[in-house]
Nanobody, 120 residues
């Protein structure tokens, strides 16, 4: 079975950097697929943040790319999201997910999601 698990702080102060790590089991992040970060704010749809394919290249949403970095630790089968200069608008539920196609949609496996609140 494939499992993804997010970890990281639930509360981040404005202007700080959010760092979330996704730990994957049952599927090698270096072998296939596009390993993705998505978020959802209350009353909004899902927003694609970016992904790191198995090849190691990174791709980001144009609206977030100036603040976003995704990297991986293949030895731990983990990939990490860093979002700089956060504001309360970044509050939401953050998910890691596996994308089989690389189109930034239709994920076959998800983490359970983790609530992130940006507040002083």
């Amino acid at each position: 079975q494939v499992q993804l698990q997010e970890s990281g702080p639930g509360l981040v102060k404005p202007s700080q950097t959010l760092s979330l790590t996704c730990t994957v089991s049952g599927s090698s992040i270096s072998a296939n697929y596009f390993w993705s970060w998505i978020r959802q704010s209350p009353g909004k749809g899902l927003e694609w943040i970016g992904y790191i394919p198995y090849s190691g290249e990174t791709y980001y949403s144009p609206s977030l790319k100036s603040r976003t970095s995704i990297f991986r630790d293949a030895s731990k089968n983990q990939f990490t999201l860093q979002l700089n200069s956060v504001t309360p608008e970044d509050t939401g539920v953050y998910y890691c997910a596996r994308d089989p196609l690389g189109y930034g949609s239709r994920y076959d496996y998800w983490g359970q999601g983790t609530q992130v609140t940006v507040s002083s």
